[in-house]
């Protein structure tokens, strides 16, 4: 499942476990246990020590998941990707949780590819987007920010150390703008149903580099106008300017 902080609340959605049946005792094991994909969502609050479960019915909610991230911006719970009872996704759901709805996040770009077992930090209005496992199991070593203001997404570009590919692992974001990155798994055997690779290496990346992306307006529709000779002509479409990068974040192994 994922957890999120939203002020002194903590936000949990989904995940993968034994499914609940009512009619099952609690005092008979059960032989074999039905596992299943979730899509509950409650909240505890840490300031009166009680438990909420929201009952939210709604077509942009997301299906039942597990291993996908979440992160949180403006009392909003961003949900990125996971794993379902079909395939992995690339989807964006928004969970507004004063009003307790659930909205799919209006992006622009291009998405990170379909993962699980990735990792995200939100670090002011942008949602860095780190590792993952495909639906071929293999890993991946790329760095997706989006910026939840406009919707953009881009791929920094990495510095000279880049992190091998991976899935869960940790990212921290630290008090002076700095990304820390541990740990994490590879190489997923699945026969065994396992990963064989574990890292225990430590990267750092500045943060202070990102600047938001700027989405171009749509492009009008050419214009006809009919000439003196009666043929029509189509008018030209000015080209729209786009703000160009600023410096590519650095990463760096410690």
Known sequence: HSCVV???????????????DEDDDDEEEEEACNFTWFKDVFIFDTGSNTWEALDIESVSAPVARAAHSATCYQGKMIVFGGKD??????????????KKEWK???????????????TAVQYKQFMLVYGGRFN?????NQLNVLDCESGGWYSPVEG???????GQATLTLLPNDTLLMFGGSDKFDPLQQCCQVFHKQAYTMDCTPLQPVEIPEPVPEP?????????TE?????????????????????
């Open 136 to 140: 071929d199991n293999t890993h991946s």
């Open 160 to 166: 000279t150390v880049v992190p091998p590919a991976r």
């Open 104 to 118: 799919r996040f209006e992006d622009a770009g291009s998405r990170p590819a379909p993962t699980s077992f990735h």
């Open 223 to 231: 214009m006809a106008e009919e000439s003196k000779g009666g043929e």
């Open 85 to 98: 009872s079909k395939a992995r996704n690339q989807d964006l759901h928004v969970l507004d949780m004063a």
């Open 6 to 20: 939203w002020g002194n609340k903590l936000v949990i959605f989904g995940g993968f476990g034994p499914a609940q």
């Open 234 to 254: 189509i008018q030209g479409v000015p080209e729209i300017p786009i703000s160009s990068q600023s410096e590519n974040s650095q990463i760096s192994e410690d």
